[in-house]
């Protein structure tokens, strides 16, 4: 018990005299309690709630309301004391808050010391417990005149869409029949062949196919099934011996030994494309034209992500530089361990921590006096760009927000963050800095 230590100046009785309390400062934050209540008290209660129970008590062998007390009190003294304890624990808490005029308090915990031992009659225990919690600290006003920030706009050059049509025309190659049927296929050619999958001589599911292409090296198939086709020729037939994966997705080929008949009809090489309209219909596009205006709309896209990113960053981190208050170190504490599951690479997860907390709530007090608040596009937009994958479905990831309350608050805190970022980006003075997509890039790169 925490109260060995505990001058008895510290006791006091509050105004009803249900209870007496001991106050405890941890810290600046932090206040603990231990409180005491009356056992008369608690047992009156207990009293009170078994009568009321016994006027509609059904039990075998007796009729609605005529079970014996005795047995009403065997049967339901359990449950009626953790009612009674519960209850009590409320009501003892809110009174207490109410002396102390404590308007906003965050995770609260309480901690049962001891229970009533209502079985002695001549020497009747109290009810004991700590309540402990800890003060929202007074949090700062964020003074938008004293922010100034670099907006950074992106010129994009023929060299950024020519770099961006070239990958995109890698992941589209322009595979063409080779006339000599003596080629041998090397890695990056790509075989249409039929193939058929045994395990001790009996054909498995999804083991065969017919005109399949493979490229070789793409690591489509199981280790060692490209590399034993490198070198083969058109019309060629091949018997290639295989062991599946013990840990392969699919337990019952995992760990198999199989066999592959494989028969070759074409071997393909990539060939440049006759022309830029060519690569551009191989791409999925009418001419290059509108393959270019795609590159350029892309480009512009993925820039504007990453300007967003800098300038919010470079204002998250003003920020945190800027003001100073005190922290609840619970707050702190959760969020640390939030920061260590996503394990971010060298990020001290304390000071991370600390750094999310504190710039939730500049941005809770925020939005409270400049009036923002969320909408339901606010927090779909956080869930769907968030947390929706192939994973976790729409429709699952709206039900767990609606009945986990943890990931409601994750949510609209994240949700709440947007918001006022994005206002407060708006409202402040903002200097264009001018950049490269290269530049951009290596700006992003570095952080």
């Known amino acids: 018990m925490v109260s060995s230590n505990v001058p008895e100046s510290a006791v006091s009785l509050n105004t009803s005299g249900i209870y007496t309390y001991k106050k405890f400062n941890v810290d600046k934050l932090k206040h603990e309690y231990e409180i005491t209540v009356r056992g008369s008290y608690i047992e009156q209660k207990m009293n009170s709630k078994l009568r009321e129970i016994a006027k509609n008590a059904k039990m075998p062998g007796f009729r609605s309301g005529k079970t ?192 592959f008949f494989v028969r070759v009809h074409d071997v393909q090489i990539v060939k440049d494309f006759e ?25 512009n896209n993925q820039c504007k992500k990453m300007g967003s990113f800098l300038i919010k960053k470079e204002l998250f981190d003003y920020l945190d530089a800027s003001y100073s208050f005190d922290l609840p170190t619970d707050i702190v504490k959760q969020e640390q361990q939030r920061v260590e599951q996503e394990s971010i690479s060298e990020v001290d997860p304390f000071k991370e921590a600390e750094k999310r907390v504190k710039l939730a709530m500049l941005f809770m007090k925020f939005s409270t006096e400049h009036k923002i608040s969320l909408t339901k596009d606010d927090i779909l937009n956080v869930i769907l760009n968030q947390y929706v994958s192939r994973d976790l479905p729409l429709n699952k990831a709206l039900k767990r927000f609606s009945s986990n309350r943890q990931f409601q608050e994750l949510v609209r805190g994240q949700a709440l963050e947007h918001k006022v970022t994005d206002y407060v980006i708006e409202k402040v003075n903002k200097e264009k800095q001018i950049v490269s997509v290269k530049k951009l890039k290596e700006l992003f790169d570095d952080i």
Do not use: W
């Not at 022309?275 to 480009?299: P, Q």
């Open 275 to 299: 022309n830029d309209d060519e690569a551009a219909k191989k791409i999925g596009f009418k001419n290059y034209s509108l393959l270019v205006d795609y590159a350029r709309e892309m480009i």
């Open 68 to 259: 014996p007390y005795d047995l009403v009190v065997k049967n339901y003294k359990n449950e009626v004391l953790g009612y009674i304890v519960n209850n009590t624990i409320d009501y003892c808490s809110d009174d207490l808050m109410k002396k102390f005029e404590v308007k906003s308090r965050v995770s609260p915990k309480v901690d049962i010391i001891s229970l009533p031992d209502l079985d002695k009659k001549d020497e009747r225990s109290d009810f004991v417990y700590k309540l402990s919690f800890e003060l929202m600290p007074e949090v700062p006003m964020i003074d938008l005149d004293k922010i100034n920030l670099k907006k950074i706009e992106v010129k994009i050059e023929e060299r950024d869409v020519k770099e961006f049509i070239d990958s995109m025309r890698i992941k589209f190659p322009n595979f063409v029949s080779v006339d000599d049927d003596s080629y041998q296929a090397k890695e990056g050619d790509r075989i249409v062949i039929d193939f058929e999958g045994r395990i001790r001589n009996k054909l498995f599911q999804g083991g065969s196919a017919k005109n399949f292409a493979v490229n070789l090296g793409s690591h489509t198939f199981i280790d060692g099934f490209e590399d034993q086709l490198i070198g083969i020729k058109k019309g060629e037939i091949k018997n290639l011996k295989l062991k599946f994966p013990d840990n392969y997705q699919i337990i019952s080929l995992a760990g198999q030994e199989a066999t």
